[in-house]
């Protein structure tokens, strides 16, 4: 059974760079390609990126010049660095498999919040 | 950019109706590239259809699919309890890739 777990610090303050990895378990990463999702609090689910095993990746071009990913095969995990912060990136962010164009299943969600 | 508009914005109904939640996009979307999500509150999304009507693994047959061209619809034919959240459509293959809807949220009446 696979299963996807966030990891990263929770308080990020303004103007550095918000780290997370997502732990996968019980399925390799060299299978499928792998998404990071967020949603502000009360709010819809934004798309920021997938990545796949070999290091090619496809990113929200509203985020792509903050937005680095990428994994990692010996660990079986892959990550999500946003350089240059703010409140706005203030969010739930989720680890997803990519399935048929579409996500399944998600990691727990991690929160994050952006201040000083 | 493909928008998609979910309708209603709150969809207000008892156990036992069906419900009928309508996704619309502002440009024509293969079949193949339209899911719907369901999100309880502190968790994370779950898949319900992929390919417009393709049930996820452990999904029950009373959510069911449809739709073609930039009108699609999540409908569940008899509600449960378990069955009240908020409700996402999700595209793939625009720009930005994947595209969510701003949700329905389905409430007891």
């Known amino acids: 059974q696979v299963q996807l777990q966030e990891s990263g610090p929770g308080l990020v303050k303004p103007s550095e760079t918000l780290s997370l990895t997502c732990a996968v378990s019980?399925?390799?990463?060299?299978?499928?390609?792998w998404s990071w999702v967020r949603q502000p609090p009360g709010k819809g689910l934004e798309w920021i990126g997938e990545i796949y095993h070999s290091g090619r990746a496809n990113y929200n071009p509203s985020l792509k010049s903050r937005v680095t990913l990428s994994a990692d095969k010996s660990k079986n995990q892959f990550s999500l660095n946003l350089t240059s912060v703010t409140a706005a990136d203030t969010a739930v962010y989720f680890c997803v498999r990519n399935g048929y164009y579409s996500g399944d299943p998600w990691g727990q969600g991690t929160l994050v919040t952006v201040s000083s | 950019e493909t928008v998609l508009t979910q309708s209603p914005g709150t969809l207000s109904l008892s156990p036992g109706e069906r419900a009928t939640l309508s996704c619309r996009a502002s440009?024509?979307?293969?079949?193949?590239?339209l899911a719907w999500y369901q999100q309880k509150p502190g968790q994370a999304p779950r898949l319900l259809l992929y390919g417009t009507s393709t049930r996820a693994t452990g999904i029950p047959d009373r959510f069911s699919g449809s739709g073609s061209g930039t009108d699609f619809t999540l409908t569940i034919s008899r509600l449960e309890p378990e069955d009240f959240a908020v409700y996402y459509c999700q595209q793939y293959g625009g720009s930005p890739l994947y595209i969510f809807g701003q949700g329905t949220k389905l409430e007891i009446k």
């Open positions: 019980g399925y390799s990463i060299t299978t499928n390609w």
């Open positions: 440009q024509s979307v293969s079949t193949n590239y």
